[in-house]
């Protein structure tokens, strides 16, 4: 059988064109992945070494972050050049834009509507969603974009 464009793995040597509409699922496949890395690793670190979960949430992230990064890379741009640590390193730092954005948002609703403090989990949305929409468009455009290849 054989393997479908949308999950199939690109080796460094074939340059692809991925349509923006295929990277941005990619995009979400690659995120819940780095989701369930930093949550697990967050209680890991919190529940069995009794870490201060401030400083095991930064561990978590640059441990999510830096899966993320090589999943999106290979998976979601299809990156034909070697990494580096500059690209690892202007990744980490957009990827902390975007949840800035996701924390700035969620703030923001939970101050002004009193709909959304009382259903936190839709000022949790909105701050995913902008987060995401921040986190796709500098990692197509700053990150792994074409002219970076």
Do not use: K
Request: hydrophobic letters at 55%.
């Amino acid at each position: 059988m054989a393997s479908t464009p949308f999950i199939r793995a690109v080796p460094y040597n074939s340059p692809v064109h991925i349509a923006p509409v295929t990277q941005f699922l990619r995009f979400c496949i690659v995120g819940t992945i780095g989701f369930v890395i930093d949550a697990a690793i967050l209680l890991a670190l919190v529940s069995a070494l009794g870490a201060d979960p401030y400083a095991a949430r930064v561990v978590s992230f640059l441990a999510a972050a830096s899966v993320t990064w090589w999943l999106n890379r290979r998976f979601t741009f299809a990156v034909v050049a070697r990494p580096s640590g500059a690209e690892w390193t202007r990744y980490v730092a957009f990827m902390t834009l975007g949840a800035l954005a996701n924390y700035g948002a969620y703030a923001i609703a939970i101050t002004v509507s009193d709909f959304v403090r009382a259903n936190l989990w839709l000022g949790v949305a909105l701050g995913s969603v902008c987060g995401l929409a921040i986190n796709f468009v500098t990692s197509r455009a700053f990150v792994f974009g074409e002219r970076r290849a």
